[in-house]
């Protein structure tokens, strides 16, 4: 029996909050060792930190980890690793921003400040808490397939609204005269970091966030044994993971994103990479030309053996 062949693309995404003040600086000699290296993939830099997904050889990923984590406060940078068969970028792109996770309010610095970071092992304790309020930081989309056990969904559509959210939530606890732990959780971490420190400048000081994110609670904690209910849903191929971080059986609707479970797929709206019951109202005939049009080279691309670039563009 012939061995079956190793993956050949190793993708990291990381992310670290610390301060960064001379980040412009750092673009070029980060970009330029990327490429020296072959590494594909996107970094965010920030005053805040860095945030990114980077794809290429085992060395070449470890090569540009040591780089960052030289950096003065970002020795504590650690990525998730996965692998892939084909290539998952086409380009490498180091890119300049106000904010590594766009919350919209530049004035709040995730690397100041921030809550207390909680172990997947400890998470369940907290929670359980009745004093504890639990708030999943996620679009309303992500968390339609999966949450913790009681957790608060704030029905957002993007991180934006987040503050906008809190800032209503806020006035209900202070008018109950409450002084509770607030404990919040994503699908990585870096969302409900950012989000700690939003919290905190409005007031609040026992403010927790799941570090790793629900990612690394599903890789840690046994199925028998855990309060997150449903899958997880990640932002590529995969779509959702369940524990273990074993692939569930979703796919992603290539108009809205929205995820999709096997009986979905049935609807009559469901056309693929053209619509699904969530978008077929508010997409017009133009738009599903289009989408139509790009499924249909995704297909030629597919029958040749090759990956369309539109593909991972929704």
Known sequence: MTAQAPHHYHVAALYHFALLPDYIQRKEAL???CTSHDIMGTILLAEEGVNGTIAGSESGIAAVLDYIKSWDGFEGLTAKYSYADEKPFFRMKVRLKKEIVTMGVPEINGAVNPGQYVKPE???ALT???TTIVIDTRNDYEVAIGSFKDAINPETKTFRDFPKWFDSKAKEIRAAGENPKIAMFCTGGIRCEKATAY????????????????????????ADKSSFQGDCFVFDQRVAVGHGLSLSDYIQCHACRMPLAPDELKRAEYSE????????????EEQRRRYKERQKQMEIAAEKGEVHIGASKI
């Open 31 to 33: 970009l330029s060792l």
């Open 122 to 124: 400890d998470w369940d």
């Open 128 to 130: 359980d808490d009745p």
């Open 199 to 222: 919290v905190k400048d409005q007031g609040f000081d026992d403010v927790y966030h799941l570090q790793g994110g629900i990612l690394k609670y599903l890789e840690n904690i046994e």
């Open 273 to 284: 990479g053209i619509s699904c019951h969530h978008c077929y109202d508010v997409r017009n």
